[in-house]
């Protein structure tokens, strides 16, 4: 979907250039400037509130900026629904709720976008479908509804739903705060193992652990702005910023 | 340490069974003892006299108010009449045309009720886009069938036709205007919201005699169409500002989330609202739905004042003729249980759906 004919391929997945929004009077987003490399791992946290879940999904178009300019895979968004179109058919997203669709089977989830957005083939979605929920483990259960599985499950069914449309670049919006401690570790496996195949990410998310694991950089986000950022060992051990040492002492010191 | 599992021991004999439930719904405690004791005695006496009128003393047969000698019932009135009854005064002979029509509708409908046949977009397809022009042929006449006009049409066959197009017909229109109401555009949204509001702050009956009265007016000299086209076009339209409100409810019940999901997977408007919201919120609207329908099945015996002799216009002519006069009771109760049957029956489809449509515990968000 590149539009390599106007725009020469920078290297960049998404860019961000003095990104602004507001929500009524709030000013949400402040002056965000963000440069993704293909195939590079963000893992971006920050205090509740600091607009770090809004930034993600400005990249979508599930939130409108306001001012500056967003960039996804060569395309401009703008309000063009053909753009907006082309970018969320390249951009997965996995949210914090899961968001699967209760009245489809987990198959039916996956291949549901495939069919009618890309226009495959039934047998061709379903054998690419089967092959993601292989890959997260759970292809017996792809007869079932979503609502008949747990949480951890019901996490990777989105996943696998994403990866069927075979974007360039994944969301993932606090991919493990709605679910039970045990089974966060099962939706963090496959996300790493995303990771170390190459695919380009950005993960809101509290796992510190995750971060040390897989991110090339790690953003802190408050107050709408990005405070800083780094690379995970430098981020963790030697942060420059008074408000990320607090925050890092606030979760890190239990 | 370990422990030892306890054996797993049978319920005590008088929590179970037939006895264990009385226990526990019918004489649980003084208050409950007391008021079981006191509904039986209602119904003893209350019913006794009814199944005395209607069944005892009741006659079944005869050709003339003369055969009713019993002092209960008289049923002959209903079977002498029951031609009229369902046909009105449809020619004789042709009435094999409105059995055929119904029958075919009858066989759809438990097709696509039927979760085990397949071809159910075939068979869909077919009811709305195919049948509607069998079933006017058939009734209407044409194509080499002798030609029926609509004011002959009557009985419990136009109540039918009464309801089932405007239950066809108003709710893709309420569907349409629900999601204008919700619509992000402004224009479409206030014409949506007027729609609904002027049409729901009238009632049915004016809507009627605007159409069968004042519509007329205002039309250009020797323009006339039919009487039962007008009232089924009022019909459609008031009822589809009603619809419109119930699925409006159902949008709403359905979370942002699955909103976002459909559009972070690229799907458009249409597809985001054929393919995941209205499914959804169909499922959640089944009660008031069908509740709105079955209002709108007894409403269209609201045609009477217009002088279509829909069901119970048509019993009710026939109550006043002097050959049956004296027997408009029998009239009514028929009229009554043929009206409550047809809802009892969408009233009980509508829940085996609610509960064949669960899918387990939905979405946590």
Same mark, same amino acid.
């Given at each position: ?109 996956? %291949?549901?976008? !495939?069919?009618?957005? /890309? @226009?495959? *083939? ?8 089967? +092959?993601?929920?292989?890959? %997260?483990?759970? !292809?017996?259960?792809? /007869? @079932?509804? *979503? ?8 996490? +990777? ?98 | ?365």
């Amino acid at each position: 979907m590149t539009d390599t004919a106007t725009r020469p391929d920078t290297g960049l997945m998404v860019e961000m250039r003095g990104v602004n929004k507001w929500y009524g009077e709030f000013h949400v987003l402040k002056n965000i400037n963000l440069q993704v490399k293909r195939g590079e791992r963000i893992v971006i946290c920050g205090p509740s509130g600091s607009g770090k879940s809004t930034m993600i999904r400005c990249i979508n178009r599930l939130e409108e900026h306001q001012k500056g300019e967003i960039i996804v895979n060569g395309v401009p968004l703008t309000h063009d629904v053909k753009k907006i179109e082309a970018i969320r058919k390249d951009t997965g997203m996995v949210f914090q709720h899961f968001n699967l669709f209760p009245h489809l089977t987990v198959l039916e989830n996956c %291949v549901l976008a !495939p069919i009618w957005v /890309k @226009k495959i *083939p039934r047998r061709e979605a379903e054998a690419t479908a089967m +092959r993601y929920l292989e890959r %997260v483990k759970i !292809p017996d259960q792809a /007869k @079932k509804f *979503p609502g008949q599985l747990s949480g951890g499950q019901q996490q +990777r069914v989105a996943i696998a739903r994403s990866l069927c449309m075979n974007p360039d670049v994944m969301l993932f919006d606090e991919p493990t705060s709605a679910l039970d401690p045990e089974m966060i570790k099962e939706v963090l496996d496959v996300m790493v193992e995303l990771a170390q195949e190459g695919m380009t990410m950005l993960c809101v998310t509290h796992e510190m652990g995750f971060a040390k694991t897989v991110a090339d950089r790690v953003i802190f986000m408050a107050d709408g702005q990005i405070i800083e950022e780094n690379e995970p060992h430098e981020f963790f051990n030697n942060p420059q910023h008074e408000r990320t040492q607090l925050f890092l002492s606030q979760i890190l010191n239990h | 340490m370990k422990y030892e599992n306890q054996p797993t021991l049978p319920p005590p004999a008088n929590t179970i069974g037939v006895i264990g439930w009385a226990r526990k719904h019918l004489f649980h405690g003084p208050l409950s003892t007391l008021s079981t004791l006191l509904l039986a005695y209602l119904a003893v006496v209350l019913l006794g006299p009814l199944i005395q009128w209607a069944f005892i003393d009741a006659n079944w047969v005869g050709d003339s108010r003369e055969a009713c000698t019993a002092g209960g019932a008289c049923w002959v009135f209903i079977e002498q009449r029951l031609g009229q009854f369902l046909y009105g005064f449809y020619p004789g002979d042709q009435t094999w045309r409105l059995n055929l029509s119904f029958v075919l509708l009858l066989g759809l409908i438990l097709w696509l009720a039927i979760p085990k046949l397949p071809a159910k977009t075939w068979v869909a397809g077919f009811t709305l886009l195919v049948y509607p022009f069998i079933a006017f042929l058939l009734l209407r006449g044409g194509l080499g069938l002798e030609p029926v006009e609509t004011h002959k049409w009557g009985g419990l066959s136009l109540t039918l036709v009464l309801a089932v197009v405007g239950i066809v017909a108003s709710l893709p229109l309420g569907i349409l205007l629900a999601l204008g109401r919700r619509s992000d555009m402004p224009i479409v949204r206030t014409l949506s919201v007027i729609y609904i509001e002027v049409w729901r702050g009238v009632p049915l009956i004016t809507v009627l005699f605007m159409a069968s009265v004042m519509l007329p007016l205002f039309l250009p000299e020797g323009v006339n169409f039919d009487k039962l086209l007008r009232a089924l076009i009022g019909i459609a339209l008031f009822q589809a500002a009603y619809m419109a409100e119930v699925v409006r409810g159902g949008l709403q019940a359905i979370p942002k989330g699955q909103y976002e999901a459909a559009d972070a997977l690229g799907l458009g408007y249409w597809q985001k609202m054929i393919l995941i919201i209205l499914p959804q919120a169909l499922k959640l609207m089944i009660p008031a739905l069908v509740n709105t329908i079955i209002d709108l099945f007894k409403d269209t015996s609201l045609v009477l004042i217009i002088g279509l002799f829909d069901l119970l216009s048509i019993v009710q002519a026939a109550t006043n003729d002097p050959k049956w006069i004296g027997y408009a009771t029998e009239g009514y109760v028929f009229v009554a249980l043929t009206y409550w049957i047809f809802c009892f029956s969408m009233s009980r489809y509508s829940l085996y759906l609610e509960k064949r449509l669960h899918t387990g515990h939905g979405n946590r968000a």
